[in-house]
């Protein structure tokens, strides 16, 4: 199921799109990687093309994640 969510980026407040299992991967990179969700996304968003949206953007990189096998011992 595709779910709202929010985060404040840089001082402003932005929403976006995802489906719960992009949002589960999300959480568990940033687990992975010790930092704050709200920081995961954060950088994931300054490195975005700028003609791209966050959701996709978002997507984009727990694919990026799964493919390279980060955090799961492949």
Known sequence: MIRK?????HGHRT???LEDEFWDELKAIA???????AALISEIDDHRPSDSNLSSALRLHVLAWAKA???RGL
Request: a positive charge; proline letters at 6%; aromatic letters at 6%.
């Open 69 to 71: 096998g980060a955090g």
């Open 15 to 17: 929403s976006f799109s």
């Open 31 to 37: 687990a992975s990687r010790s930092i704050p969700l």
């Open 5 to 9: 969510h929010s985060a404040t980026l």
